[in-house]
């Protein structure tokens, strides 16, 4: 039976991602689970493969079904899509078998006209009606590039074709590339009735990850925006807050939100990371996903995960690559430290690294305090030519004005200095004097002096403990002392050989990366 | 060379050395020699480890630059920097991706990539020759710029590469930034409202 183009996500999608998206795989789970996520459809990736062919001729085959689909979300919402007095608005998003987070396109809010948006004002208030639809004409505008049309249908479908279209968007392939992803295929659509965090003050967006993924500590995680939509909370552009403040504000809605965290977390084996709305004090959950993570919270989560009986050995060490364990053995900024520092100033991550020092605004006293032996930080409003004396002295620069392509931002590169550029005004002045560290990698400025540290297979309890259980599934096991042959390099071709020789015990200074790419290697046998 | 062409290059330059400040010139280091003796001697440089800028001196630049600015066509000045904002920003993109590959520091070990890159920095100088020539027309000195970044090009096109962006030598993004200031200056705007209205960056 051929695959229908158009498929509701209402729980019985049974399709895999490849068909229905991660994101729309993920809501139709959620729903599958009795979580509150407001009704969905989605256009399948098949359709957004034979869109990249044949754009007009795919997007006409398909119309109809797409407006069965919008009469099933009508009636799930008891809204009138365009018209009425209780108009629906959808999102538009894109959503690939595999997440690739913000690298193609989604719209917000459509289904927009001068008449909607008057029946929005009789439901909510005026402000929220007119900020809504202002949110609709940005998006658009900078989505689909142009005005948008007055028909909400017309609307509907550019956005729709848009969306298939950020497939092909350079950072969309770049991504790719860089993640070795598959090139072929395209995005399925997702089209999700609206909920609206901006409602009023009982409302709000944002991020929950039910556990913290860049310390890997057992708590939940995340950040809000009160009175505010989900594009605010990743725009960056505002102050978001801990998520912290919704149990102080909202405690019935934090527990169902954190309830509902755990249970996903249980049903994928893994830490997720979900996005929120609350529309007036109900909350509503609008995709869930894997969390990205840093090295120590792949690590962490891994152990704990296990240790909770979510996943087996085997698969905790699945969840541990290499390159994780490579970084940790690298002196770094740990996140534990990272986030106990007072956060100063965030801007553009533009030069990689980390620096401390004692923040310099004026050159000549930057200069003057290296000659001293002193650990510089250059801060400036904004770099001109003769500031380059200043940058080469400093172990960091930051600046106030500037995006990722500044004069700032090249010279820092070419000098190897980590940099955060454009971290708003004022803070020239509140940083000046005092010791801070630069973190050119997170795009962050931090109070005091953060040492970097690394890990070590030796001495760090969870790689102790992540060798301990490989020794036990890994086909050859790999120990830091005994009577064994050594295996002097832990590379894939040392390994193969060790392990075609027959070897089963082998002493080696990197015990657990010699056993991953001993599971590896067993696994793709 | 005036006062000011030896001024302004040694303020651009923050420090700079004698031989280097000749050089970024185009003068005979001797002739060069005298006006900075001069200069030093009354107290507008600073001789140390290198030359640079003194209070006194940055004082007397700003009157020089108010008076050279009220000999030119301010309109024919903004109009070559407008059209200037459009290829900087071209140019600097250009960089950024020479340095930075998938988001990653660029290790130059894909030729193609590398080449594709190079292969923009033709167009760029080919659409900032003409604005560098307007804004000459108004004031001449700045044709140096024009053959400064010529010199740039040709080192880029014979395969030294770090003269398209290393700092501390007149590469051309060295020599692109300081012409940048230049146009700034001449059209009567200061870099602090440019940075902030997202021109200067």
């Not at chain 1, 044949?54 to 919008?70: C, G, K, Q, R, S």
């Not at chain 1, 948006?117 to 005026?126: I, P, S």
């Not at chain 2, 292969?119 to 053959?147: C, E, F």
Request: glycine residues 8%; negative net charge.
């Amino acid at each position: 039976m051929s695959i229908p183009p158009v498929i509701l996500l209402d729980g019985d999608a049974t399709s895999p991602p490849e068909v229905l998206g991660h994101k729309g795989h993920g809501i139709d789970m959620m729903r599958r689970n009795g979580l509150p996520v407001p009704p969905a459809f989605c256009i399948t990736a098949e359709v957004g493969a034979r869109f990249r062919a044949e754009p007009a001729a795919t997007i006409e085959a398909i119309w109809d079904e797409v407006l069965d689909a919008m009469r099933t979300l009508e009636a799930a919402t008891s809204r009138t899509f365009g018209r009425g007095s209780h108009p629906l608005l959808v999102s538009v998003r894109s959503g690939a078998a595999v997440s690739m987070p913000g690298m193609m396109d989604t719209l917000l809010d459509l289904g927009f006209s001068d008449s909607v948006e008057k029946a929005l004002a009789v439901q909510g208030t005026t402000g929220f009606a007119r900020d809504t639809r202002r949110r609709f004409t940005d998006w658009y505008q900078r989505i689909v590039g142009g005005p948008a049309p007055d028909d909400p249908y017309l609307q509907l479908r550019t956005a729709i074709e848009a969306v298939f279209a950020s497939w092909d968007s350079p950072r969309a392939v770049a991504y790719r590339s860089h993640h070795g992803l598959d090139d072929r295929g395209g995005t399925a659509v997702v089209v999700q009735a609206m909920v609206f965090g901006n409602i009023n003050t009982n409302s709000g967006a944002g991020v929950v990850f039910s556990r913290n993924p860049m310390t890997g500590a057992n708590e939940e995680f995340g950040e809000w925006l009160p009175g505010g939509q989900g594009d605010d909370v990743v725009s960056g552009t505002v102050d978001v807050q801990p998520i912290a403040g919704l149990r102080t504000r909202q405690p019935a809605v934090y527990d169902e939100l954190v309830s509902a965290a755990r249970t996903l977390e249980r049903l994928a084996a893994d830490v997720q990371e979900i996005e929120f709305t609350i529309q007036d004090g109900t909350l509503w959950l609008l995709q869930t996903r894997a969390a990205k993570r840093s090295a120590q919270a792949a690590v962490r989560l891994a152990l704990q995960l296990r240790n909770d009986g979510l996943i087996d050995e085997a698969e905790a060490l699945r969840r541990v690559a290499p390159a994780h364990v490579e970084a940790l053995l690298q002196p770094s900024l740990q996140p534990e430290n990272r986030l106990s520092a007072k956060l100063l100033a965030t801007g553009l991550p533009a030069g990689p690294g980390v620096a401390s020092g004692r923040a310099y605004t004026e050159v000549d006293a930057a200069i003057d305090a290296a000659d001293r032996g002193e650990d510089v930080i250059l801060v400036r409003h904004h770099t001109s030519p003769d500031d380059i004396h200043g940058m080469l002295v400093a172990r960091g620069i930051v600046t106030e004005t500037g995006g990722a392509t500044s004069h700032a931002a090249v010279v820092s590169r070419e000098l190897g200095r980590a940099a955060v550029v454009g971290c708003g005004s004022g803070v020239t002045e509140s940083l000046a004097g005092k010791l801070v560290t630069v973190d050119g990698n997170a795009g962050e400025v931090r109070d005091g002096i953060l040492r970097l540290s690394a890990w070590s297979e030796d001495n760090t309890p969870e790689l102790r403990e992540l060798a301990d259980i490989a020794r036990r599934v890994s086909p050859l096991r790999a120990h830091t002392r005994g009577d064994y042959p050594q295996l002097t390099r832990h590379s894939e071709a040392a390994v193969r050989t060790a392990m075609a020789s027959g070897h089963s015990d082998v002493v080696s200074a990197s015990p657990l990366l010699a056993m991953l790419e001993a599971i590896r290697l067993n696994e793709v046998s | 060379m005036t006062e000011l062409t030896v001024l302004q290059a040694v303020r651009l330059k923050g420090r700079v050395g004698r031989a280097d400040l000749a050089a970024t010139l185009g003068q005979d280091p001797n002739d060069c020699g005298a006006v900075v003796d001069q200069l030093v001697g009354s107290g507008l440089l600073i001789d140390g480890k290198a030359l640079r800028v003194s209070p006194d001196g940055r004082a007397h630049l700003e009157e020089l630059l108010t008076s050279e600015r009220r000999q030119i066509d301010s309109a024919a000045l903004s109009t070559a920097y407008g059209e200037f904002r459009a290829v900087n920003a071209e140019f600097k993109a250009l960089v950024t991706d020479w340095q930075l590959k998938d988001g990653q520091p660029n290790t130059h070990q894909d030729p193609d990539y590398d080449a594709a890159v190079l292969a923009r920095l033709d167009g760029v100088h080919h659409r900032v020759t003409p604005i560098v020539a307007a804004a000459a027309a108004q004031l001449p000195r700045l044709n140096r710029y024009s053959a400064k970044l010529q010199a740039a090009l040709d080192k880029v096109h014979a395969g030294e590469t770090m003269w398209l962006s290393r700092p501390l030598i007149d590469s051309y993004h060295t020599v692109w930034f300081e012409l940048h200031e230049e146009l700034i200056l001449a059209a009567g705007l200061t870099r602090e409202s440019e940075a902030k209205s997202g021109h200067a960056q």
